[in-house]
Structures are given as structure tokens and as C-alpha cells.
């Protein structure tokens, strides 16, 4: 692995970091506000390249590597402090790629278009609302119908319900065949048979999260990717990919606090003298600043190792990657909400206003500590699968 960034990563992340501080951070407020992420913003991305940047050029992306795509994660999460707009990328990011691997021919040209252009949305719908993490007891079924299926269940806590619903698209969306196994179904938000509901969250305004219902609503059969009844391991490769950003965000997240931490601690005087000269700040700061950096590195490494397994689809790199993937999910979340929360703490009181603008970051962070593409315990079950063997798995 080459540590040093080439000259083209560089300026493109140069480029994603300029985007933050021009057009992110002036807006984030307002997305968090507002509860969307203006259009404006999104027409931003796409001409960026930032939208499904992953997917191939033959269907309107960069063909960018994970590597690339961590990079451009890391600058929105410190761009958009509400993690809004990081939620947005990363999905269409992760799962764009997964449908642009195992789609059909005729539903990248249909989709995957206007997912980079920004005129679609592409999620993730998995979890439902009598179980989370145990995906391989889901109850939303697919059953043949036709010349293609009907869906029935429901799922729950997807972000990108509103969303697909205003500018069109929907979600990747895993059933439970009927005929034995699992599909995976890209599922349009809008057509019968489907009615949604938007919840209120703590935080990440700015992009919806809700449910979905599905009442034997017919899915046409160009929507289903890979081989029928093999939609679980599809599901787990497209989580492997998205876990790699998800950390890479909340790690641009922590950069942040840190960042707006230092210059306050280097002006603001306490008992006659800047307080960033009490050791009691400087240890805590050195210490954050250390698990950052160790947890930055080992998230660039897993989206290398991504990009490898990707090519090669070898069983001993997967387990490798999965280790790898697992252990930045189970470590960046809480070292980002560690940096906020502390950082808030050195500011005191104003720490907990609106003003200073931290609790964007404590509220939108807080998102991937209680469970969104992950729990950290199922983190923990992965790993400890993965070092000591599948026997040793607690839930089969």
C-alpha cells in the first residue's frame, strides 16, 4: 500500500475540501433547519463527480476507487457537520456501486444516471421494525409474479424516504423469496402497493428517515441484482463497501471538532493565560488527536483492501476485508463522538448553544453509534467470527 496520496487524489481532495468550506459549511445550519439538503447543493455534487462517484463511467460516474470515495467521505463529514449530507453521499456511493456490480443491464441505464446527476436517490432497506442486525430473519417477502414480483412487509429506519419521493429513485431492498432464499429488489419509493411514513430524529435533519410499507407491490423483474435468491451475500458486500465510509465521515467529523477545539483553546484566557497552556487540555488533545490519526489510517487501509477484494472476490481476502471494515465501524463513531463531546466540554457553557455549532456534530455522529449501517456489537459478533471462527458465532 502507497501511503502518500497521488497528485490526482490530492487535488480532488482539495477540491471536496473546498466544496465543504464554500458551499457545506454556509449551508449546514440550514440544512439541519429546514430538514433537506437544498437542490442547489446536490446540483453542486453531481457536478463534482461527488454523486455515486464509484460507479462506472459508462453509467454517468468517475469510476472512482474506495479509496477516492474515503477521501471525498472524510471532507463532507467535515464539511456538513450535521452528517446530512455525508448520509446522502455515502448511500449513493455505496449502494450505487453494488447496483452498478450485480444489476441488470437495462436498470444501470435506467437508474444509475440520474442517481449521478442527482435527479434520483439510490438507499438501503433493510432493517425492519421487529428486528434490526438479524437480518437473516426478515419478514418482508418477494414472491414471482408475472414477469416480475410483488413485495410485501414493511421496513423501517431507511434514510432517503422523503427523498426518493421528491427528486424519484428508492431502495435497494432486501426480501425473503418465497420460493427460497433472498432477493434483493431495487424497490421505486413511488407505485402502488407502497405507502411511507417520515420519522423525527435527534439529528441528521437534513436528510428524512422513515418506513415503508409494501402491500404486494409489483417490482418489474429488471430490478433484481445477481442470481435469484443470492440477495444476502449481495446485501453484506454492499454493507462491507458502505461501513468504509460511514467511517470515513464521522473520522472528517472529529477533524472538525478538533480543528474548531484548537483555535479556541490557543485564544481563549483563563486565569491569565491561554488555555490551551493547561496540561489537563494539551494531554486530552494529544490523546484525541492520536486515536484520530491511528483510526484515519486504518479506515484507508480497509478501502484499499476494498478495492482489491473487489477485483479479486477471493474468500481469504473477504475475511480479511470484513476484519479490517469491522474495526474502523466499531472505532470511528466513538472517537468522533468522544472529539465533539469533549471539545464541547473546553468551550463550557458555550458549548452547548447553537451558536458554537458542535451539538450538529454530537447529534449527527450519535446516528452511527446506536446502530445505522451497523451496531458496534454487531461489529464485535464480526470480528470475533472472523478471529475465531464460525463456530464460535453466538446467533446462527
Not at 234 to 243: L, Q, S
Request: net charge negative; with cysteine.
Amino acid at each position: 500500500m502507497e501511503f502518500e496520496l497521488s497528485e490526482e487524489e490530492r487535488a480532488f481532495q482539495d477540491a471536496v475540501r473546498r466544496f465543504g468550506d464554500k458551499v457545506l459549511r454556509p449551508n449546514e445550519r440550514r440544512i439541519d433547519s429546514e430538514g433537506r439538503i437544498p437542490d442547489e447543493v446536490l446540483r453542486g455534487m453531481a457536478e463534482l463527480g461527488l454523486l455515486a462517484m464509484p460507479v462506472s463511467t459508462d453509467y454517468g460516474g468517475l469510476g472512482a476507487s474506495s479509496v477516492l470515495t474515503e477521501l471525498a467521505a472524510e471532507e463532507i463529514g467535515r464539511g456538513d457537520f450535521s452528517m446530512a449530507t455525508a448520509v446522502f453521499f455515502l448511500l449513493e456511493a455505496g449502494w450505487g456501486l453494488i447496483l452498478d456490480r450485480h444489476g441488470t443491464e437495462e436498470a444501470k441505464r435506467e437508474i444509475l444516471p440520474e442517481v449521478c446527476a442527482g435527479r434520483a436517490f439510490l438507499g438501503i432497506a433493510t432493517t425492519e421494525p421487529t428486528g434490526g442486525s438479524d437480518l437473516a430473519h426478515l419478514r418482508t417477502t418477494s414472491t414471482r409474479s408475472g414477469d416480475g414480483f410483488t413485495v410485501r412487509g414493511e421496513k423501517a429506519f431507511l434514510s432517503g424516504v422523503e427523498e426518493a419521493q421528491r427528486l424519484g429513485g428508492g431502495h435497494l431492498t432486501l426480501t425473503r423469496a418465497t420460493e427460497g432464499g433472498f432477493r434483493f429488489l431495487y424497490v421505486p419509493t413511488k407505485g402502488p402497493g407502497r405507502t411511507t411514513q417520515r420519522f423525527s430524529n435527534m439529528g441528521r435533519m437534513g436528510i428524512s428517515t422513515g418506513a415503508i410499507g409494501y402491500d404486494d407491490a409489483p417490482v418489474p423483474a429488471r430490478y433484481l441484482l445477481g442470481a435469484d435468491g443470492r440477495g444476502f451475500e449481495i446485501a453484506m458486500e454492499g454493507f462491507t463497501v458502505a461501513r468504509t465510509f460511514v467511517s470515513a465521515a464521522c473520522i472528517g467529523a472529529a477533524e472538525r471538532a478538533l480543528e474548531t477545539g484548537i483555535a479556541y483553546v490557543k485564544q481563549r484566557e483563563v486565569f491569565g493565560q491561554p488555555l490551551g497552556k493547561f496540561e489537563a487540555i494539551q494531554f486530552e488533545l494529544v490523546d484525541l488527536w492520536t486515536q484520530v490519526e491511528a483510526i484515519k489510517w486504518q479506515c484507508r487501509r480497509a478501502a484499499w483492501l476494498t478495492d482489491h477484494y473487489l477485483r479479486s472476490g477471493s474468500a481469504a481476502q473477504r475475511s480479511e476485508v470484513q476484519r479490517a471494515v469491522a474495526a474502523v465501524k466499531l472505532t470511528a463513531p466513538p472517537i468522533a463522538f468522544e472529539c465533539v463531546k469533549r471539545v464541547m466540554m473546553w468551550f463550557g457553557a458555550a458549548g452547548y448553544t447553537k451558536d458554537v455549532g458542535l451539538e450538529l456534530g454530537l447529534r449527527g455522529v450519535m446516528s452511527y453509534l446506536v446502530g445505522a449501517e451497523g451496531g458496534l456489537n454487531i461489529m464485535r459478533i464480526i470480528l470475533g467470527r472472523e478471529l475465531l471462527g464460525k463456530e464460535f458465532v453466538p446467533y446462527k
